[in-house]
């Protein structure tokens, strides 16, 4: 299978070879894929000596071509992912965008993983065990795709990681968030409620409170209330609530 990214709509597009080769012929048909191979008809042209292994030396070529154009794939969504940990730290990014970046780049790693896992399993058969005839005095050209299909599934499967902990310190920092605008709206809560508590107290109007009778009652405790704020106010500044 092929990758290839579309800058229009910003997804792949999964393209097939299929491969038939005998031992003196080999026929390659592309199926939704647009990039040619061009390059290894030169590649074989430079390598005559490689290419007396006949058709085995043409289907390595196409394979390995094949399994090199999955690297640009792999480095562009590490970039993405490289952007969309910076805007997870950014207070200008929305938190359900960036969740639903990464998930879109996680349904992506999902189609690279299907795809280099066929090909690693097909490759399993041309290099160990009882490989076909054509293939005889060509395996370690095999193996050496091979080690390369696997390199490129360890770094999916890394990659799989990487957005799977950006998902949880995503959802980590709108949980901190949530925390921060509780802390806040609770400090403001108090602010408000001491002054309203000790305005109820005195607005019962009871006989007998002799306060009321005091010529300084009313402006004490007024400032008794603006106090009291502003050492709530300097006691919730300084721990980080307001």
Not at 88 to 102: D, G, P, T
Not at 166 to 187: F, R
Request: aromatic share 10%; glycine share 6%.
């Amino acid at each position: 299978h092929t990758i290839e990214f579309q800058s229009k709509n910003q997804e792949f597009s999964i393209g097939e070879i299929d491969i038939f080769a005998g031992k003196n012929y080999i026929l390659s048909i592309r199926n939704q894929t647009k990039e040619g191979f061009a390059s290894v008809r030169q590649r074989c042209e430079r390598e005559p000596e490689l290419l007396k292994h006949g058709s085995a030396f043409v289907l390595y070529a196409l394979m390995d071509t094949v399994v090199d154009r999955y690297f640009p794939i792999i480095d562009k969504i590490e970039w993405e992912l490289e952007q969309i940990e910076d805007r997870i730290f950014s207070r200008s990014s929305s938190a359900r965008l960036v969740i639903e970046e990464i998930y879109t780049l996680k349904r992506r790693i999902m189609i690279l993983q299907h795809t280099v896992t066929s090909l690693l399993d097909a490759l399993a058969k041309l290099y160990g065990g009882r490989v076909p005839p054509i293939c005889n005095g060509m395996q370690e050209y095999f193996r050496d795709v091979s080690d390369h299909v696997l390199r490129i599934s360890k770094s999916i499967e890394s990659i799989r990681e990487m957005t799977t902990t950006a998902i949880q310190v995503n959802l980590s920092l709108i949980s901190l968030g949530e925390s921060e605008v509780t802390k806040k709206l609770a400090s403001y809560g108090a602010l408000f409620a001491l002054p309203t508590s000790i305005a109820g107290i005195y607005g019962m109007n009871f006989k007998h409170m002799p306060e009321l009778e005091w010529t300084w009652g009313y402006p004490l405790i007024v400032f008794s209330m603006v106090l009291a704020n502003i050492l709530l106010w300097r006691r919730f500044r300084s721990t980080g609530w307001l």
